[in-house]
């Protein structure tokens, strides 16, 4: 028995709500060894009381019946999590010139997180902010359609990415740089070095807002940015529908335990309403707001459905652009649009 077998034996113990373990996460310090009691050092950075008491179960649950180990210590320093002015003095940011970044998540696909990036940015954008969105959906990009263009970025002397730009926001994604049925077939480690690259080698310039439009789920792609990027926040988004809120917790949930602030949950498909002004609930009636409620983030939106919002997605305007007199959902972006503005200035 060597610290070289414990460390490998708690590539086991998973990081609370993730796939990935505390081990690759960094967190064990160090390994002692004296007449075989076992002291394993972990230091974690959490607000979230049940993650260091998942972690401590789960390294007893390893070593307890490890042959060799005739007691395991697990000592873990909880430290309170460093401010986003903190991370980016500590290089987490690497994003030179962003004085915003927030990420747009989902807990599954389908529910309009990407419309809802594209809008948001565009509704910014329209309201005097300088914007860029990055998509860092891999394997399913949409921005080139929603942003109607098919361009490809070029890069500068030093080998940076130039990022399109359309209705005022700059752009980055993969749908620049593939053919339109072209698929993106990369494993993890591939997936993760995409991601640095569109957040740390595109350039970006002076922006008041970047918002990541994230792929849906928990895996090595939202991992990555939590671990390299000083977030402001995430905003999770969702339908009414029960099967979408399920989901929508584990997003929140997730982003808790890594220490991103939630700024909020937008509904979107919440209500169509027909020209006679009856407003009619599909995926069900308040649903987000109920769940808002009940995990104790803000509201910041109901986005109600309507067909110019498919129409000028699939045509490249996002329906942020429409005037807001004429569309419900434009203006409902521009609230959001406005809300985050007034939190978070320019």
């Given at each position: 028995?060597?610290?070289?077998?414990i460390?490998?034996?708690?590539?086991q113990?998973?990081?609370?709500?993730?796939?990935?373990?505390?081990?690759?996460?960094?967190l064990?310090?160090d390994?002692?060894?004296e007449?075989?009691?076992?002291?394993?050092?972990?230091?974690?950075?959490?607000?979230?009381?049940?993650?260091?008491?998942?972690?401590?179960?789960?390294c007893?649950?390893?070593?307890?019946?490890?042959?060799?180990?005739?007691?395991?210590?697990?000592?873990?320093d909880?430290?309170?999590?460093?401010?986003?002015?903190?991370?980016?003095?500590?290089?987490?940011?690497?994003?030179p010139?962003?004085?915003?970044?927030?990420?747009i998540?989902?807990?599954?696909?389908?529910v309009?997180?990407?419309?809802?990036?594209?809008?948001?940015?565009t509704?910014?954008?329209?309201?005097g902010?300088?914007?860029?969105?990055c998509?860092?959906?891999?394997?399913?990009?949409?921005i080139s359609l929603?942003?109607?263009?098919?361009?490809?970025?070029?890069?500068?002397?030093?080998?940076k990415?130039?990022p399109?730009q359309?209705?005022?926001?700059?752009?980055?994604?993969?749908?620049?740089?593939?053919?339109?049925?072209?698929?993106?077939?990369v494993?993890?480690?591939?997936?993760?070095?995409?991601?640095?690259?569109?957040?740390?080698?595109?350039?970006?310039?002076?922006?008041d807002?970047?918002?990541?439009?994230l792929?849906?789920g928990t895996?090595?792609?939202?991992?990555?940015?939590?671990?390299?990027t000083?977030?402001?926040?995430?905003?999770?988004?969702?339908?009414?529908?029960?099967?979408?809120?399920?989901d929508?917790?584990?997003?929140?949930?997730?982003?808790?335990?890594?220490?991103?602030?939630?700024l909020?949950?937008i509904?979107?498909?919440?209500?169509?309403?027909?020209?006679?002004?009856?407003?009619?609930?599909?995926?069900?009636?308040?649903?987000?707001?109920?769940?808002a409620?009940?995990?104790?983030?803000?509201?910041?939106?109901?986005?109600?459905?309507?067909?110019?919002?498919?129409q000028?997605g699939?045509?490249?305007?996002?329906?942020?652009l429409?005037p807001?007199?004429?569309?419900k959902?434009?203006?409902?972006?521009?609230a959001i649009?406005?809300?985050?503005?007034?939190?978070?200035?320019?």
């Amino acid at each position: 028995m060597t610290s070289e077998t414990i460390l490998e034996a708690l590539k086991q113990v998973t990081y609370p709500g993730f796939s990935r373990d505390i081990v690759s996460f960094g967190l064990v310090k160090d390994i002692t060894i004296e007449d075989g009691v076992v002291t394993v050092y972990i230091s974690v950075q959490t607000k979230d009381p049940t993650v260091p008491e998942q972690i401590f179960n789960g390294c007893h649950a390893v070593l307890d019946d490890m042959e060799g180990v005739k007691y395991p210590r697990i000592e873990i320093d909880v430290q309170e999590p460093p401010s986003q002015a903190e991370q980016a003095s500590q290089g987490k940011s690497g994003i030179p010139g962003v004085k915003h970044i927030i990420a747009i998540a989902s807990g599954k696909g389908g529910v309009g997180k990407s419309t809802v990036a594209s809008n948001l940015a565009t509704a910014l954008a329209k309201s005097g902010a300088k914007v860029g969105l990055c998509d860092c959906d891999l394997y399913g990009p949409s921005i080139s359609l929603m942003f109607g263009t098919n361009d490809r970025p070029l890069a500068t002397e030093d080998n940076k990415i130039i990022p399109l730009q359309a209705h005022g926001v700059k752009l980055m994604s993969m749908g620049f740089l593939l053919e339109d049925a072209s698929p993106v077939i990369v494993r993890g480690p591939l997936a993760t070095r995409y991601t640095q690259q569109f957040l740390q080698q595109v350039e970006w310039g002076e922006l008041d807002y970047l918002i990541l439009d994230l792929p849906p789920g928990t895996g090595d792609i939202q991992l990555t940015i939590v671990q390299t990027t000083a977030l402001t926040g995430s905003i999770i988004v969702t339908t009414p529908q029960e099967v979408a809120l399920i989901d929508a917790r584990k997003a929140i949930s997730m982003f808790s335990k890594v220490n991103v602030d939630i700024l909020g949950l937008i509904e979107n498909m919440a209500w169509f309403e027909c020209d006679h002004g009856v407003k009619y609930p599909i995926f069900g009636d308040g649903g987000g707001a109920d769940e808002a409620a009940k995990m104790k983030v803000p509201l910041l939106g109901q986005i109600p459905i309507e067909i110019a919002t498919r129409q000028q997605g699939d045509s490249g305007a996002p329906v942020a652009l429409s005037p807001e007199s004429e569309s419900k959902a434009s203006a409902a972006f521009a609230a959001i649009a406005k809300d985050i503005r007034d939190r978070f200035p320019a």
